[in-house]
């Protein structure tokens, strides 16, 4: 799991990254959460996802946003740390241009961000929202949405509502042509802090899934 450092819009920015087990391998980018709460690549909710695209042979990487840890520049309100992760996304890009497919992961802010990439980069075909915070932040830019993925939620989340993670939800299923699946974890708070091995099991399962269908 080597540190990289690799150009960003305000300067370096600072990652994690496996490469893929062979040139076409598929790719996957992990966003944390915020970084204003403390959120890093380390959060343990993004490290489980690296791990997990790992495990499966994507050319798997995660970063800190501007001003967290080594990463240079300051916190931009979601406007710079969207430039960011598009510039992380082109940096993997550049060690496997032959990429066969990629995803995007990310946790409560970073899922917000996460799927406003999804609809500037049409190469991602897959996508797992944790928490995304649709009662903080507006997520009317889907419209549409261009890939299937999973949304997961903590039905005990303190920090995003249910409520509104649903009324997303609804609205991104009566798309057609893309099918979002949504689990909720029984007890879950925002953190996930004792359901964790559910969490993941909802990752993996879907990933088996989309997986299986996607060769």
Known sequence: MPEVIFPGPEGRLEGRFNPGPRPR???????????QGGGTMNNRIVQS???TFVKRG?????FNFRGVGKSQGTFDNGIGELSDAASALDWVQSIHPEAQTTWIAGFSFGAW???QLLMRRPEIKGFISIAPPANMYDFTFL???PSSGIIIQGDSD??????AV??????????RHITIHHDVIPGANHFFEHEMPELMKSVDDYLDMRLATDR
């Open 49 to 51: 996802l690296y791990q």
């Open 166 to 175: 649903q009324k997303l939800v609804d609205k991104l299923r009566t798309q």
């Open 58 to 62: 994507f050319a798997t990487l995660r």
């Open 158 to 163: 303190e920090v995003v509502t249910p409520s």
């Open 113 to 115: 961000i996460g799927m």
């Open 143 to 145: 419209a549409p949405c």
């Open 25 to 35: 391998a598929p790719v996957a980018l992990i966003l944390h959460p915020h970084p």
